[in-house]
């Protein structure tokens, strides 16, 4: 059965410094044949958590943006329609001229 991954699930799986991370990656890789899935809601909350100056490992959105589409186009992933998700090319429209160091 796919598994529809929550918002602390992605961040694990996606910073490597996480507490989390091998734990995740190795669920990730256990189960991947039966696919995953995710939606622009917990697509959008990953990046927004991931990339406040108060996470712990903190990300640049032009940055962590194309890693996140890139996971979210995997083959074995599903998250319907996406074009409200900031990580999707286009969708918030983020450059690394458009953010602003507070």
Do not use: K
Not at 50 to 79: D, G, I, R
């Amino acid at each position: 059965m796919r598994a529809l991954l929550d918002v602390n699930v992605l961040i694990a799986l996606h910073d490597p410094q996480h507490v989390h991370h091998a734990l995740a990656v190795d669920w990730l890789e256990a189960n991947i044949a039966d696919g995953w899935a995710s939606c622009p809601l917990t697509q959008n909350g990953c990046l927004r958590v991931m990339c406040q100056p108060s996470y712990p490992n903190p990300w640049a959105v032009h940055e962590l943006a194309p890693l996140l589409a890139a996971s979210f186009s995997a083959p074995t992933q599903y998250s319907g329609p996406t074009r409200s998700a900031c990580s999707n090319p286009g969708g918030c429209g983020w450059t690394a001229r458009s953010v602003r160091a507070s």
